[in-house]
T-cell receptor
């Protein structure tokens, strides 16, 4: 069964404390992996798309990487405004499978 | 450049009533997806539509739920005879193009409709 899991479920960091979020997937015929950010009460906001193992994408303090079985979202020197839930999703068939998300809190 | 629009933002219904949720995709987007999100849970795919066509409805309950995306106007997610378990946030997303083999590009999400069933 196609599945997407994310760890940790929740993460609390001090401002400036770098860390990584994990997204593991078991999907046959992966055609893309996506990272989104979701703030409370809002819709997800697109961050990155990764298509093949070894690919990396960066945006400000965020960097996403992809292997054949998992993806990492690295957060370097986070700020309180980076606090949000980070979702990963994979494209398979005619639809997408989302993971449950990692709830990130960055304390000042 | 307006983003994906959903209305209403909040909807309260009593058990047994009907709920209609509307989604206007971004300009130039002809592919729409509907998702449901329960508190503290991830997004669950419901249905993928193109103009006048349902492409994949594998995530949508067989009874009481239906979706359409007419040639003109917004996409509609319709829930008949709502029950308390239908209470959730419903998100719509759109994308501009689809490569061969199926969708594999980023989606742009609306702000969601929060449905409460009393």
């Amino acid at each position: 069964e196609d599945q997407v899991t994310q760890s940790p479920e929740a993460l609390r960091l001090q401002e400036g404390e770098s860390s990584s979020l994990n997204c593991s997937y078991t999907v046959s015929g992966l055609r893309g992996l996506f990272w989104y950010r979701q703030d409370p009460g809002k819709g997800p906001e697109f961050l990155f798309t990764l298509y093949s193992a070894g690919e990396e994408k960066e945006k400000e303090r965020l960097k996403a990487t992809l292997t054949k079985k998992e993806s990492f979202l690295h957060i370097t020197a986070p700020k309180p405004e980076d606090s949000a839930t980070y979702l990963c999703a994979v494209a398979r068939g005619q639809n997408f499978v989302f993971g449950p998300g990692t709830r990130l809190s960055v304390l000042p | 450049n307006a983003g994906v629009m959903q209305n209403p933002r909040h909807l309260v219904r009593r058990r047994g009533q009907e709920a209609r949720l509307r989604c206007s995709p971004m300009k130039g987007h002809s592919h729409v997806y509907w998702y449901r999100q329960l508190p503290e849970e991830g997004l669950k795919f419901m249905v993928y539509l193109q103009k006048e066509n349902i492409i994949d409805e594998s995530g949508m309950p067989k009874e009481r739920f239906s979706a359409e995306f007419p040639k003109e106007g917004p996409s509609i997610l319709r829930i008949q005879q709502v029950v308390r378990g239908d209470s959730a946030a419903y998100f719509c997303a759109s994308s501009p193009y689809i490569t061969s083999g199926g969708p594999n590009n980023e989606q742009f999400f609306g702000p969601g409709t929060r449905l409460t069933v009393l």
